[in-house]
RNA sequence: CGGGGCGUGGCGCAGCCUGGCUAGCGCACCUGCUUUGGGAGCAGGGGGUCGGAGGUUCAAAUCCUCUCGCCCCGACCA
């Protein structure tokens, strides 16, 4: 194709609103336009990237024998109310009415309605398993978009569901999407990891997120030094420390005023004990009322383990003001011992004793708390967060890492949420009416393209992996309107396309540097540079993005010498 | 939702505090000539209800009120 005939509206500078390096490229190079908050327009060459990522997408999917389908991303408001997330979604699901005044939504996601396809027609366990997938356009009203396409409102996603008779069925689809993902994010030319994710309420290893590893990125995950354990952080597992063996002698309960020492450090420091002997007691709003979790003074709560531990649906730091109406205190002074909360401990806090905490007195603390004595909690279990260098749960050497990334896709098995609610149900070969089992996988288009620009670019630009790069060669021709340059150009732009090469040739009447400029903010990974000087001896030049090497290779080998190349790229 | 910031031509900004001529600059754009191996030079040119509404004033981009939009910082998700 030719550059003077396409729309790619580089810029020099960046947008002033670009935070992240993809989002600030991806404007500069013309692939994406802002239109609202979160909303973009994808002009041709973003197009032209998002085709390949969803190419590579369904080659893979169709190869463990996804089918695809393409579902409405408009949604009437009573397949909600069946699952019953129409109340339950909160404002990130877009809803409006139709002129008949009937309740829609826009599809921030589409279990409900590939649920109501297989309910309806399919009825026996001989036409299971089955998974489905497409490649839609989502909706959700997200607080804060941010970082342009990687995090809109408007996105692309592809999302398949999978539907089995057997829990060993959906493992196993489970585990040839695990296999599938992986040569996706692979063949997409990015550094990730899959690793352990949240399920919620449903337990179990049933829940993997891949996740491209880069500074920018919104997750934080946790991952062995030394074998190959990896979680999102929300998750990570932490190991039981060894128990103290010489457990000293119990002391009794005793008051100490610690006047304005509020924090663990305050108090440790003032009462000249280490953290690890004070118990932390930090509410929590929930939907089931308020709750209290304890951990060890040195460490942290992780809202997400003490919600699956509570078993409750939603779970937010309480604002002091709550907890000063519901306790009269401040924070800091908060225990424990007789307080009137449900209390959720962490697996660390029994074995402790001798601890300090809250007297639920303002100044005041509690000395040689002793957990049998003096605790009642509702339940013990992991609620504490990871901290970098922690010991890993799964092997016996290994130590925590932790790195930020970015979220690319997810798989989940649903269990029969949605067959229960929905009805979808099969006939067993005993004729016996049951709920199928399903399974959730999806993957963001446009932030595994943005994620791969994060991982891939320098000072110019872009640096496109090879397989998602909008053109794999540009031609740049010193000047297009020198006879022998043109003709040159033009033959090996043919000679490419007849090969299958996809080749831009830079036709404009703009000086060199101004071309050299724009393929490299464009990121396109082969260079062809036509001159009057080089012609001249015989020669072409071609350059590489990635490494910025040149050679001079004779004219009429250059289109074998690119094919080289390409297939070693 | 809470806290902060910004809205001036397509993009990046100045001007605002301390109201006062046809509202500026860089880039981009158009025309012509020259130029052509790393974002060219000269000459000429087009394009702006200063986000919107209301108010104060002889006079508002500038001051006041309201409003809308966008961005950033804290609890969710692909």
Known sequence: MYYSKLLIPTLKESPADAEVVSHKLMVRAGMIRQMAAGIYSILPLGLRVLRKVEQIIREEMNQIGGQEVFLPSVQPAELWAESGRWDFYGKELLRFKDRNDREFCYGPTHEEVITDIVRREVKSYRQLPITLYQIQTK???????????MRGRE????????????????????????????????????????????SGTIGGNFSHEFVVLASSGEDCIGFCNSCDYASNLEKAETKTSPINTESPLPEDLNEVATPKKKSVEEVTQFLRVSPNTLIKTIIFETDQGLVAGLVR????????????????????????????????????????????????????????????????KIDTHLTGIQF????????????????????????????????????????????????????????????????????????????????????????????????LAPFQAVILPVNFSDDAVHSAAKKIYKS?????????????????????KDAELLGIPIQIIVGPKNLGDGKIEIKLRKTGESQLISFPEEIAYISTILSEL
């Open 372 to 467: 049998k004595r003096d605790l009642k909690v509702e339940k013990i279990g992991d609620i504490r967060s990871v901290n970098e260098g922690d010991p890993c749960p799964k092997c016996k050497s290994g130590k925590y890492k932790i790195k930020r990334g970015i979220e690319v896709g997810h798989i989940f098995i649903l269990g029969k949420k949605y067959s229960e609610s929905m009805q979808a149900l099969y006939l067993d070969d005993q004729g016996k009416e049951k709920p199928m089992i399903m399974g959730c996988y999806g993957i963001g288009v446009g932030r595994t393209a943005a994620a791969a620009i994060e991982q891939n670019h320098d000072e110019q630009g872009i640096i496109w992996p090879i397989s």
């Open 139 to 149: 909706f959700r009203d997200e607080v804060r978009p941010r970082f342009g396409i």
């Open 496 to 516: 490419l396309w007849e090969l299958g090469v996809e080749t831009l040739l830079d036709d404009r009447p703009d000086r060199l540097g101004v071309k050299f």
């Open 155 to 198: 996105f692309t996603m592809k999302d398949a569901y999978s539907f089995h008779a057997t829990e060993e069925s959906t493992h196993e689809t489970y585990s040839s999407m695990a296999n599938a993902y992986s040569r996706i994010f692979k063949r997409c030319g990015l550094d990730f990891k899959m690793v352990e994710a949240d």
């Open 297 to 360: 003074g040195d460490r942290e709560v992780n809202p997400v383990k003490l919600k699956n531990l509570v078993g409750c649906e939603w779970l937010i730091p309480a604002s002091e003001n709550l907890i000063a109406k519901t306790t009269g205190l401040p924070c800091g002074y908060l225990g424990p011992v007789g307080i009137k909360l449900k209390v959720f401990a962490d697996k660390e806090i029994p074995p402790m004793s001798n601890s300090i905490a809250g007297a639920n």
